[in-house]
């Protein structure tokens, strides 16, 4: 979008090079004052007679000399014909006697470019519908796309004297789209501010807001070989484009205005079609957009997204077109103009409703849809209203959003969405109502599954109470704050409360909605693991059994929880199990296909089929996987999380064994007649790519962590004092949120 005039110019230097004969001229085409003044630079350029006479029609003279072929050839550049109605304005050619013809009517402004045999014109134009126009045909049209990374960080070494961080530099061009025009301005600002300014201060700068975005871009750092009346900042260019398309097609621009709000990428039509126009229902309206639309608002819609594509402000993300993108410079360009003009809060309202509208509760059978949306919901982050009105759909999003994120394993995100919606909710809403205490709940299910158990366990207790009070002990969201407490508690080995809490939620829910209902089962398996905690293995072995066999009737065998039941019941009983491997490799490829590859319940089956790898001294086998499931909770949990600590140590101690085993079996190799098989058995597995196997071993505590696995532990492991996890199922604590009523 924003390279065309320099590929211009560099076309038009190369063709003078070529052959020195030719004439090279640059017309600018954004007004008809630019236009004409081109056409007067040309004439006196080649000197044309009495060009400059009062009354001389120059357009029309230089149109007449350029259609000479005894002038010779020669190229004309056209720069930024993007106006459609400029080109197609009706321009007056007044008689000339170098004409000859004094009955010449008024014509176009495109018609006044010249079409011969000794002559080309080479057109830019951010406006694709203009540049088909000009040229009539959509074959001879080039789309230039933003640069590649590595001719952006080209382009950025030119433009920034002496030697720059190549780490910055990546992060510079991403955060500028590989635009030309944006890398082309940054690396003249730090150049010109340096030693001072810095690739990494500008970053700093420029991701502080969208003003100080502004306030970078909007600097026109000017090229000597161009028009140099003309604004050459990318804010300025792209304010140009905007107002054209205001002046053309206000809808476009008001869609637009609605686009810049969502994540920029991944933006579903079926978010915008009835929503930007005021002339259509009000958000909030059950429309379906296939049938209850006009017909020429359906088309006007494509019309809309037609134009915003021709100016290259979005793009077609999908193969279908369903899904739009944007540049975030455009994105952050387009949000200025709002404040600025004074219609962000209006916009943002919209927004708002729109999503209060369309995001789903975070169950199961809605990941689909919540996956989609996500990246769009936490944006309304950012939006808080001022106004009441909206309050209360904005915490509506961040509820149904919070949720979502604390099943997808996200517990930072869904604490800062649970936390927001608990703050306003108090203020709009009193503290005892519903949707209050199950923020209060939510907040206390994402604290608890980053193991802040004092936080946890006061909020868990602040929901139950509140529920106990505004809706019964028997109320089915009561029950659930009783679940969540007795999760809490038995992660913190109090047992005997939990276990009674767990029976009490049990009870209850068989009488209410019967032995197969969903929150049935999710309260027996969680009795069942408090069961095993105190050594009372019979009653739990039964109660996993019935878990197991209820869940792959009523969810399918490829459920998430389905999944989890199958490695709770291998790890509390391995010896029911004679190969357990290819269990945990379905319950693998279950979580990948449901949850994702890093979702931390994937990561932690990942874990523990290593640690059954390594059971059976299978210790190639196991590197990868601890390696994959080390680094992937690095990133999920956080370095400091207690089973990224346990993997850390586990996949040390593993480490450690594997350079045992390999000297073992080079000392025995040494006792006996060598062979090339000897010689291979003698080979050692290599450490984490990343780590040493010292600096892992310096961070272990000298313990096995507690994992599922489906070997037995030696008897001198069974008798060691517990560490800070319990021996529970390391995925037990993360099912209680698997909703998928």
Partial sequence: MYRKSQLAIEYAYRVRTEDPSVWAFWVYGGSAARFEQGYRTIADRVKIPRWDEPGANVVNLVNAWLSDEVNGRWLMVLDNADDLALLARPYERRPTTEIGDSTLEAGPLSSLIPQTQNGSVLVTSRNKDAAFRLIGSHRDIINVEPMDESHALQLLRKKIVGNIDEGNAIQLVQALDYMPLAISQAGAFISRGAPRMTILKYLDIFHKSDQHQAFLLNRDEGDMRRDQSAKHSIITTWQISFEHIR???????????????????GIPDTLLRHRYDENLCEVGSPVNVDTDLPANEALGFEEDISTL??????????????????????????????????????????????????????????????RALFPHAKVVLEYQPADSEHLMPWTNVLSRAGHYALQMGYYSTAEEMSRRALEVGEKVRCERHPDTLRSVEQLAQALFMQERYQNAEEMAWRALEGREKALGEKHQDTLESVSTLALILGDQEKFKVAEVMHRRALEEREKTRGKEHFDTLESANNLATVLHDQGKLEAAEEMLQRVLKVREKTLGEEHPNTLISVLTYIYYYPERFQDAEPLYQRAIRGMENALGKEHPHTLLAVYNLAVLYEDQERYQDAEPLYQRAYAGLQVTLGPDDGWTIDCREAYSSMLEKSKASSSRTVLRSSLEPRSDEGRNRASTVAPHPSQSSQSLATSSRQRRPPAIHGGRQPESELRTPKPHHSSRNVLQRFSRFLKAK
């Avoid at 097609?249 to 969502?262: E, P």
């Avoid at 993108?325 to 103009?337: G, K």
């Fill in 309 to 370: 594509a021709n100016y290259s402000l979005i793009r077609m993300a999908n193969e279908k077109g369903t899904l739009f993108e944007m540049h975030r410079l455009v994105q952050s360009s387009t949000r200025l103009w709002l404040i600025s003009s004074g219609h962000l809060e209006r916009w943002q309202a919209k927004y708002i409703r729109t999503m209060a509208e369309v995001f789903p509760n975070g169950n199961y059978d809605n990941w689909t849809t919540c």
């Fill in 247 to 265: 002046e053309q097609r206000a809808s476009a621009a008001r869609l637009l205005s609605l686009m810049c709000l969502f994540d920029r990428q």
